[in-house]
């Protein structure tokens, strides 16, 4: 069971990291786009004010339920799941529509001569969530049933959609302004719940492509429905309220930068463009590779370890399984960190320069994305073992982390207010990485915690190799050397030399890490032939 598990987790990863690489280009190329059509004031109410809206709704009502039922025991009755995951609707509508009104009338609005029809921008992504949380009882059941490609299928058509939209509504018509954007949102939300809902209904009325084991026989099997017994599980609810709990304060610790800026205006529109620029830019490592690891890691966790059970009360197999899994991991990511912070502080000028001209290269967007190298490293090491952590704490200990996690939504407050009144936009990123660093330790204290009575030390694969130390210090001072010889107003020729300089460091510290981190190369080929092979894995 944990090997299929652990393959359905590794293709779930490896999907996901399809699909976030699909997003990630598109709006990568989309800003760099409309970025020629569209103001950086309207730039800084979309991407921050109202995807703000939209993201704090989305994961507060979403979340909390998705984790509760992916941490549901092995037997279960799939109907109270259901009826559980519905419950969300209404949680969605009261808080979009609450929301809603803080954002019409409480914050400050973008001039109306500018920036028209704000209104209706806040109302087409208050009803885009609610779209999308109407499909979640089928998204959640296709990844406990381990569907792991129809997300990719189905988010990777609708991020498309989206993104195509927006590119023609700007492009000939840049006058709609946020309209532009509110048409290809909701486009996007619904799309989204018309092909999950369209899907299953095909791959359930197609008797060749169902398996014994789908508990579903109709489509009206993913709505709510009174059951004899008790209509919901008490225990789950009870861990949905939990993580509901929780969620109100990491979805603060995760955008705390955007409710800074939106609540305390400590920077202007047009500053919060660049600065959702730069963040998207730095911030590409962290969704293209750190979540679906993230994601993936999550799902092994909760299949493999009981969170209910002491580390010496479960089967020492599978605990010696997610020991090895979780070191891998850590080894991983934060590799993966280490050399985009090595080659992120003397290539972003040169990145910034070819991506937005001076715009975004000159004033403080260099230094935010030299600093923001230093915060993926951060953010890599967080989110692997911040998953083992929520993959294992009991409901009580999910309770009181959320006690410290109030404490860390207050010192990140303070210091995000404290420190760009001294660095400006800097100043956000600093408070982030201070943010990351208290959450780090609590789960290094609790990973040591929970694997003290055993031999297994996965937190080993914090620390890379002494080869792999040295050698991401020399290609740095080499990197920093050429960008001061070469980069970046000496002409092209010298760019280009910049850029092979940077191409040849990076092909050595791949070979060196090949050769010398044998565990993690092992690691990843294991799990390569495992997908290969794809044993009873579901992959429509």
């Known amino acids: 069971m944990s090997s299929k598990v652990l393959a359905s987790a590794a293709l779930s990863a490896s999907s996901n990291m399809i699909l976030q690489l699909i997003f990630r280009v598109l709006t990568f190329g989309l800003n760099a786009f409309i970025v020629r059509y569209i103001s950086t004031d309207l730039l800084g109410v979309v991407n921050v004010r109202l995807l703000l809206l939209y993201s704090t709704p989305m994961f507060l009502a979403g979340e909390a339920f998705r984790r509760a039922c992916l941490s549901g ?29 803080v954002w019409l009338y409480w914050l400050e609005q973008p001039d109306p001569n500018s920036i028209p029809y704000y209104g209706i921008g806040v109302l087409a992504f208050a009803v885009s969530v609610v779209l999308e949380i109407i499909a979640l009882p089928v998204v959640v059941a296709s990844q406990m049933l381990l569907f792991v490609r129809v997300k990719v299928i189905v988010d990777g058509a609708a991020i498309i959609t989206r993104c195509s939209l927006t590119a023609i509504l700007v492009a000939l018509y840049p006058q709609l302004g946020i309209l532009a954007f509110s048409l290809a949102q909701v486009t996007y939300s619904a799309l989204q719940l018309v092909l999950y809902y369209g899907y299953f209904t095909i791959y359930i009325s197609s008797a060749k492509k169902r ?64 600065y959702d620029v730069i963040n998207n ?15 993936a890691g999550y799902l092994f ?30 080894r991983l990511v934060t590799l993966i960190g280490s050399v985009i912070l090595v080659f992120g502080y003397p290539y972003s ?10 715009t975004l290269s000159s004033g403080d967007g260099t230094l935010l994305l030299r600093w923001y190298s230093v915060y993926v490293l951060l953010i890599a090491i967080n989110g692997i073992t911040e998953c083992f952590v929520f993959a294992t704490m009991t409901k009580l200990q999910v309770d009181r982390y959320n006690h410290k996690m109030l404490a860390f939504s207050a010192i990140f407050l303070a210091a995000s207010c404290y420190f760009s009144s001294l660095f400006g936009a800097v100043g956000l990123i600093l408070a982030n990485c201070l943010n990351m660093a208290l959450r780090i330790s609590h789960s290094v204290y609790f990973i040591s915690w929970y694997f003290r009575p055993t031999r297994h030390r996965p937190l080993m694969g914090l620390v890379p190799g002494v080869s792999v130390i ?18 970046c107003d000496r002409g092209i020729r010298q ?18 890490m090949f050769f010398t981190e ?23």
């Open 211 to 274: 398996d014994e084991d789908f508990p579903f026989t109709t489509i009206f099997e993913f709505l709510p429905r009174p059951l004899k017994e008790s209509w919901i599980r008490v225990d789950q609810v009870l861990l949905t309220w939990s993580f509901f709990k929780q969620g109100f304060l990491k979805q603060f610790l995760t955008e705390g930068e955007r409710y800074v800026m939106t609540f305390f205006s400590v920077l202007k529109f047009d500053a919060q463009g660049v």
């Open 470 to 487: 040295v050698t991401l210090a020399v290609i740095f001072m080499l990197t920093c050397l050429s960008e001061t010889v070469f980069c």
């Open 301 to 330: 966790f909760t299949h493999t370890l009981d969170r209910t059970l002491s580390v010496e009360k479960q089967s020492q197999e599978a605990v010696a399984l997610a020991a090895r899994v979780l070191r891998n991991l850590t």
């Open 518 to 540: 044998t565990e993690l190369v092992q690691f990843i080929e294991e799990q390569w032939i495992c997908r290969q092979k794809k044993p009873h894995v579901k992959t429509e």
């Open 349 to 358: 000028f040169l990145l910034l320069d070819l991506y937005g001209g001076s």
């Open 73 to 101: 025991e092995k037997q279960q009755c799939w109907q109270q799941t259901i009826n559980l995951l519905w419950c969300s609707v209404p949680v969605s509508i009261v808080l979009v529509s609450f929301m809603s009104y």
């Open 281 to 295: 830019l730095g911030s590409l490592a962290a969704r293209l590779i750190f979540l679906p690891l993230e994601d």
């Open 495 to 512: 760019r280009l030399t910049h850029i092979v300089v940077g191409a040849a460091s990076l092909l050595t510290v791949g070979m060196v």
